[in-house]
């Protein structure tokens, strides 16, 4: 179980999650993570539930979805 929400964590997923095989929730809302979700998340078989907030950047702020 990894529950990073509200973390401070920034920057993009690491290729690396793919060795975390016994991993079966992760959830990252509330950072900064940024580019697209690695491939190699698909190799997490044990993976049940993942939450990952999108932070799309406006003129106007912050718009969350």
């Not at 992760?26 to 697209?36: D, E």
């Amino acid at each position: 179980c990894s529950d990073i929400s509200f973390s401070g964590a920034s920057g993009q997923i690491p290729t690396t999650i793919g060795g975390l095989d016994r991993l079966t929730y992760l959830r990252t809302s509330g950072n900064s993570i940024s580019g697209s979700i690695p491939t190699q998340i698909g190799l997490l078989t044990n993976l049940q539930t993942l939450y990952v907030s999108l932070f799309l950047s406006s003129r106007d702020g912050i718009v969350r979805y």
